[in-house]
């Protein structure tokens, strides 16, 4: 990354970088180009992120078949959120059926300039990012934007 970037609402989305993904094979931001995508940074042991986890699990069911996709990007806070079992362990708790990648050497956190959790960014069909919240609430206005970046005209 270009030491001068700076990730906010209008910057190109980077891309994901390598960790273990769960409930998906591998993919990449470039893979879905053309769909909206929404970026969850969360971590199991964060109450605020588990607060805000039935809202995405909802956008999922609601949104996946409109071309929403949901990307869990799961960065541990505690060395015993690394373990992979556990985090599996806890998404099958948790019901979560969309995609989840672990950061747990924070690569991907770092390339967002991640300072907390939990975080959505939103990112249009065309991979710029178009809406960033950081911890809870703010869910109706979230789905509004959901809603009306699904019904934006794709390029491609």
Same mark, same amino acid.
Not at 7 to 30: C, F, M, R, T, Y
Not at 106 to 127: A, H, M, S
Not at 139 to 144: E, F, G, L, P, V
């Given at each position: 990354?270009?030491?001068?970037?700076?990730?906010?609402?209008?910057?190109?989305?980077?891309?994901?970088?390598?960790?273990?993904?769960?409930?998906?094979?591998?993919?990449? &931001?470039?893979? #879905?180009?053309?769909? *909206?995508?929404?970026?969850?940074?969360? +971590?199991?042991?964060? /109450?605020?992120? =588990?607060?805000?986890?039935?809202?995405?699990?909802?956008?999922?069911?609601?949104?996946?078949?409109?071309?929403?996709?949901?990307?869990?990007?799961?960065?541990?806070?505690?060395?015993?959120?690394?373990?992979?079992?556990?985090?599996?362990?806890?998404?099958?708790? &948790?019901?979560? #059926?969309?995609?989840? *990648?672990?950061?747990?050497?924070?690569? +991907?956190?770092?390339? /967002?300039?991640? =300072?907390?959790?939990?975080?959505?960014?939103?990112?249009?069909?065309?991979?710029?990012?178009?809406?960033?919240?950081?911890?809870?609430?703010?869910?109706?206005?979230?789905?509004?934007?959901?809603?009306?970046?699904?019904?934006?005209?794709?390029?491609?």
């Amino acid at each position: 990354m270009i030491p001068d970037e700076v990730i906010k609402v209008g910057s190109k989305a980077p891309e994901l970088l390598d960790g273990q993904w769960i409930n998906s094979p591998k993919s990449s &931001l470039h893979s #879905q180009k053309g769909k *909206v995508v929404l970026l969850h940074f969360w +971590t199991f042991a964060c /109450y605020n992120c =588990r607060n805000t986890i039935p809202s995405v699990n909802a956008w999922h069911k609601e949104f996946s078949k409109d071309g929403l996709v949901i990307i869990g990007i799961h960065t541990p806070e505690f060395g015993y959120e690394k373990k992979i079992e556990t985090v599996k362990t806890e998404i099958q708790k &948790l019901g979560i #059926q969309y995609a989840v *990648v672990t950061d747990n050497d924070y690569q +991907t956190w770092n390339r /967002y300039e991640q =300072r907390y959790w939990p975080c959505i960014y939103l990112i249009d069909k065309k991979g710029i990012i178009r809406y960033i919240h950081i911890g809870e609430g703010n869910y109706d206005k979230t789905r509004n934007e959901i809603q009306r970046l699904l019904s934006e005209k794709s390029d491609e």
